[in-house]
């Protein structure tokens, strides 16, 4: 009942929203392809509702497929650099280029690589260089927040580097890299979507390739149901992993 309580602000100001939507787009006679109002929205989710829920879950594959591979890779290169200054003063410049380049850029390269034959594991390639940064920073910044006195504690009692590492670190650095695994849950998807986008093959056949497809045709009613789905799914991951942290720290408590 009380998260119910809490939700009903959000609830009632899209409702007005959506009125306010309704109502202005009938009355000004706004044309459809342009601004369709939410009842048509509504049918064509309803309408095209198991091809959308099909290329949901090929988008929500391939971002869970990303998001598993940038935890791996990024949550094990931060825990290799952080045992060596040097190793990490050397990495960390070339994660964040990794980071700041667009993936429009890089996405012909991965093509190229993975061949067009290949057009998913190529977008999942993409969506996890997408999703790395947030794990790799969240891990390494955990894993350097641990307690000072706690660190003199073990260099007293002489721990080797892999003691400290397992006892001390990575449970201080277990809350950053759960909230660098929420971001990037978030960042998979649109990763997924983007570079679904940039790849130019329907191959994939993920929302992307239906936002695409409904633009393309000027069905916007169509292409905005797409939208929703898309943000439903990304709601969905966001609450996953949010409950994920929540569980995780109440066990560690």
Same mark, same amino acid.
């Given at each position: 009942?009380?998260?119910?309580?809490?939700?009903?602000?959000?609830?009632?100001?899209?409702?007005?929203?959506?009125?306010?939507?309704?109502?202005?787009?009938?009355?000004?006679?706004? /044309?459809?392809?342009?601004?369709?109002?939410?009842s048509?929205?509504?049918?064509?989710?309803?309408?095209?509702?198991?091809?959308?829920?099909?290329? !949901?879950?090929?988008?929500?594959?391939?971002?869970?497929?990303?998001?598993?591979?940038?935890a791996?890779?990024?949550?094990?290169?931060?825990?290799?650099?952080?045992?060596?200054?040097?190793?990490?003063?050397?990495v960390? /410049?070339l994660?964040?280029?990794?980071?700041?380049?667009p993936?429009?850029?890089?996405?012909?390269?991965?093509?190229?690589?993975?061949?067009?034959?290949?057009?998913d594991?190529?977008?999942?390639?993409?969506?996890?260089?997408?999703?790395?940064? /947030?794990?790799?920073?969240?891990?390494?910044?955990?894993l350097?927040?641990?307690?000072?006195?706690?660190?003199?504690?073990?260099?007293?009692?002489?721990?080797? /580097?892999?003691?400290?590492l397992?006892?001390?670190?990575?449970?201080?650095?277990?809350?950053?890299?759960?909230?660098?695994?929420?971001?990037? !849950?978030?960042?998979?998807?649109?990763?997924?979507?983007?570079?679904?986008?940039?790849?130019?093959?329907?191959?994939?056949?993920?929302?992307?390739?239906?936002?695409?497809e409904?633009?393309?045709?000027?069905?916007?009613?169509?292409?905005?149901?797409?939208?929703?789905?898309?943000?439903?799914?990304?709601?969905?991951?966001?609450?996953?992993?949010?409950?994920?942290?929540?569980?995780?720290?109440?066990?560690?408590?």
């Amino acid at each position: 009942m009380k998260r119910l309580l809490d939700a009903l602000p959000a609830l009632a100001l899209t409702a007005t929203l959506l009125a306010i939507w309704e109502a202005s787009v009938r009355l000004l006679h706004v /044309p459809v392809y342009f601004l369709p109002p939410p009842s048509d929205v509504a049918r064509a989710l309803i309408d095209n509702g198991p091809i959308l829920a099909g290329s !949901a879950l090929q988008t929500f594959w391939m971002a869970l497929k990303a998001l598993i591979v940038a935890a791996l890779i990024g949550g094990g290169l931060a825990i290799s650099v952080s045992l060596s200054r040097p190793a990490e003063r050397a990495v960390a /410049p070339l994660a964040v280029t990794l980071q700041v380049t667009p993936v429009v850029a890089i996405a012909p390269l991965v093509l190229i690589w993975f061949g067009l034959d290949h057009a998913d594991r190529a977008v999942t390639a993409l969506a996890a260089a997408i999703a790395f940064f /947030p794990i790799f920073s969240g891990v390494l910044t955990g894993l350097k927040s641990a307690d000072p006195d706690l660190e003199r504690l073990f260099d007293l009692h002489a721990a080797t /580097p892999l003691q400290r590492l397992w006892r001390l670190r990575l449970p201080s650095a277990l809350p950053f890299a759960l909230e660098g695994l929420r971001v990037a !849950a978030g960042q998979a998807v649109v990763g997924a979507v983007v570079a679904e986008f940039v790849s130019g093959s329907g191959a994939a056949q993920g929302l992307a390739w239906r936002l695409l497809e409904a633009g393309n045709r000027l069905r916007t009613a169509d292409l905005l149901a797409a939208l929703v789905c898309l943000a439903v799914l990304g709601l969905a991951l966001n609450a996953a992993t949010r409950l994920i942290e929540r569980r995780i720290l109440r066990d560690q408590t």
